[in-house]
């Protein structure tokens, strides 16, 4: 923290003298709290012991490290790192193979189904899941660290044992091993203190002004109304400070607006509220949320620093004190959104406290994944 604050005051120095130079005046300059929260977000001394002990038991951590000259994969359990695997194949071949399949799903899913879209998947998972097979067989939870190249892909299609690897393993992915190493250290703080009742958080837009999408999105936040109790807030109704009273009082968060994130500039990220928020102002809130989902466009992408952190909602919110953090990679259809949405927090009403968040959103994706028409009849009356 004493480096973090020094490196501060000598960012302020260098403001002077360039504001000095500039003007011919003494100005006093100072880091706003934003741009502080900034730096601390994105400044950690990583403590390898602890990362090992943050790791589940029956969980393996993924970390793919590239560059120009090829791929490291470290396979990461509690024991410490058990598999290291080297591969020739460049940053710039990987991208061939990554991208064609997050740009299809960004066009509505047109061309998933094509022969050399499949292939690239085959040849991107004998690369990253075959080496670590053995690795794999002992664990129920893939837990991946993922590079700049594989930022937005949904690891979960990749195959394993001829099938997509969601099917076997619950799947999650954390921005970088400094924000596990701290999300283990948030957790060992929240088991200390005495459990609250649980409070649900919903914030809904329910697009009155063009009326579009209208039925889904209120169903959405309808449903963990019926589950929870609590009823969702507009959005247009909330300001940043509600926001931030409801947000940290909260240990379910769901909003259901729209997010929008300029590609030059994760940071400038922001969610349609009352007015605009963005996620610089996340990094300064605090919640004792077990669960935060963000149904909102593009909420699940980021920015790679020079560190392998990631900038962007994911990082901005677990950075807040949230253990566990849902956002989704492209747009995403409202109704198999709402399907989706639905099955997981029915799954985590009935299980109580201690469910697995990874294992009811696995369990939620393979029942989505093998619904007869029957079946999806049933659900929308249920629902």
């Not at 997050?102 to 080496?131: F, M, Q, Y």
């Not at 309808?222 to 109790?229: K, M, Q, S």
């Not at 990631?310 to 109704?335: C, D, E, I, R, T």
Request: proline share 4%.
């Amino acid at each position: 923290m004493e480096r973090i604050e020094r490196d501060i005051k000598q960012y302020e120095h260098g403001l002077e003298e360039l504001h000095g130079q500039g003007s011919g005046a003494e100005l006093s300059v100072s880091i706003s709290n934003a741009s502080r929260a900034l730096m601390l977000a994105t400044h950690y001394r990583l403590d390898i012991p602890k990362v090992f002990t943050a790791v589940p038991p029956y969980t393996a951590v993924i970390e793919l490290n590239t560059s120009r000259d090829g791929l490291i994969i470290l396979g990461i359990t509690r024991k410490g790192i058990e598999v290291v695997h080297e591969e020739p194949t460049g940053e710039l071949e990987l991208r061939r193979m990554a991208l064609p399949y997050v740009k299809a799903l960004r066009s509505g899913g047109v061309g998933l189904d094509e022969t050399s879209l499949i292939n690239k998947l085959v040849c991107l998972a004998e690369l990253v899941i075959d080496p670590l097979n053995e690795l794999g067989s002992r664990v129920d939870h893939v837990v991946f660290v993922s590079s700049s190249t594989s930022i937005s892909f949904p690891f979960g299609c990749l195959f394993y044992q001829n099938e997509p690897l969601i099917l076997a393993k619950a799947v999650s992915q954390v921005p970088s091993l400094a924000v596990l190493e701290r999300l283990v250290r948030l957790d060992e703080e929240r088991a200390k203190s005495t459990t609250a009742e649980s409070k649900l958080m919903t914030i809904v837009n329910s697009h009155q002004q063009t009326n579009s999408e209208a039925a889904p999105v209120v169903l959405g936040a309808l449903g963990p109304y019926r589950l929870f109790r609590t009823p969702p807030l507009a959005a247009k109704a909330v300001d940043e400070s509600k926001f931030a009273c409801e947000y940290k009082k909260a240990t379910i968060v769901h909003i259901g607006t729209h997010g929008h994130q300029p590609p030059l500039s994760p940071w400038q990220s922001y969610l349609s509220l009352a007015n605009q928020f963005r996620v610089m102002e996340l990094a300064k809130l605090k919640t004792h949320a077990s669960l935060v989902v963000f149904c909102a466009c593009l909420s699940g992408l980021g920015k790679v620093t020079n560190g392998n952190d990631v900038l962007g909602f994911s990082h901005a919110v677990l950075q807040s004190g949230a253990q566990v953090y849902m956002g989704a990679l492209w747009k995403v259809g409202q109704v198999e959104t709402l399907r989706l949405m639905t099955l997981f927090y029915r799954r985590i009403a009935t299980q109580e406290n201690g469910i697995s968040i990874a294992k009811a959103w696995q369990y939620a994706q393979i029942t989505l994944y093998n619904m007869t028409k029957e079946e999806d009849l049933n659900f929308w009356r249920r629902s």
